[in-house]
C-alpha cells in the first residue's frame, strides 16, 4: 500500500533562517506531488505542484521554493524565513495521470511551522 | 479563479444527531473531494465525488454538478466526528482548491 512520511513534525525557526521540508512517499511510481499551507483557523492553500522529476508548478509567489530531485521526492525550501511563512504545511500526492486534476488526493501528516 | 463556499462554517451537535455540510462552487469541476482533518491535522479523504451519490458507513455525500453544489451527509454523529470537513474542487489542468471548511464539534 501506499504510505507518504513528511518531516520534521513541528519546526521552530528564527526569521531570516534557511528552510528544507521533506516528503517521500513509498508504494506508488510516477506520483503527483501538492505542497499545501493552512494558516491558523483557515483552509488550505496551495503552494506547489509537480507531475513529473524537475516539473514545479507554482501557484502563489512568495518566500518558498520547491524541488523534485527524484520521483517519489518533494522539497518545500527557503533562503531566508519570514515571520508570514507560519503555518501547518501538508504535503499529498495523487496518481499520476499527466495532470493534477485526478482522483483522490492523500496527505501527510504536516508540519508545524513556527517562524519567531 | 474558483470559489468555493462551505456552510455553515461551525457546527455543534450532539452525539446522535445528524448533520448536513454543505459545498458551493462557482464553475463546472471534474474533480470533487471531501476530506476530514482531526483534531491532530492529519487530513483523511471521505469521497472522492464529482458527480453522483456515495456511502461509506454513517458518511454519504451527493454532487449535483449540474447546479454546482455538494452535500455531506453525517448520520448518527459520534466525538470521533469533531474536526474539520473540507470540500475542494478542481477543473480541468487544475489542482485542488479547497474550500475554508465546517468545524463540527460533537458532544457526548
Known amino acids: 500500500s501506499q504510505t507518504i512520511h513528511q518531516w520534521p513534525a513541528t519546526l521552530v525557526q528564527p526569521v531570516g533562517s534557511p528552510l528544507s521540508l521533506e516528503c517521500t512517499v513509498e508504494?506508488?511510481?510516477?506520483?503527483?506531488l501538492y505542497w499545501y499551507r493552512q494558516a491558523a483557523g483557515r483552509g488550505l492553500q496551495l503552494l506547489f505542484y509537480?507531475?513529473?522529476?524537475?516539473?514545479i508548478s507554482s501557484e502563489v509567489p512568495q518566500n518558498l521554493s520547491a524541488s523534485r530531485p527524484q520521483d517519489r521526492q518533494f522539497i518545500l525550501s527557503s533562503k531566508k524565513l519570514l515571520l508570514s511563512d507560519s503555518g501547518f504545511y501538508l504535503c499529498?500526492?495523487?496518481?499520476?495521470?499527466?495532470?493534477?486534476?485526478?482522483?483522490?488526493?492523500?496527505f501527510g501528516s504536516g508540519t508545524q511551522l513556527s517562524v519567531l | 479563479g474558483i470559489q468555493v463556499e462551505q456552510s455553515p462554517p461551525d457546527l455543534i451537535l450532539q452525539e446522535g444527531a445528524n448533520s448536513t455540510l454543505r459545498c458551493n462552487f462557482s464553475d463546472s469541476v471534474n474533480n470533487l473531494q471531501w476530506f476530514h482533518q482531526n483534531p491532530w491535522g492529519q487530513l483523511i479523504n471521505l469521497f472522492y465525488?464529482?458527480?453522483g451519490t456515495k456511502q461509506n458507513g454513517r458518511l454519504s455525500a451527493t454532487t449535483v454538478a449540474t447546479e454546482r453544489y455538494s452535500l455531506l451527509y453525517i448520520s448518527s454523529s459520534q466525538t470521533t466526528d469533531s474536526g474539520v470537513y473540507f470540500c475542494?474542487?478542481?477543473?480541468?489542468?487544475?489542482?485542488?482548491?479547497f474550500g475554508k471548511g465546517t468545524t463540527l464539534s460533537v458532544s457526548s
Open positions: 509537480s507531475v513529473g522529476i524537475g516539473q
Open positions: 499529498a500526492w495523487s496518481v499520476w495521470r499527466g495532470r493534477p486534476d485526478n482522483e483522490k488526493l492523500f
Open positions: 465525488i464529482p458527480s
Open positions: 508504494g506508488t511510481s510516477n506520483p503527483n
Open positions: 475542494a474542487v478542481a477543473q480541468a489542468g487544475t489542482a485542488l482548491i
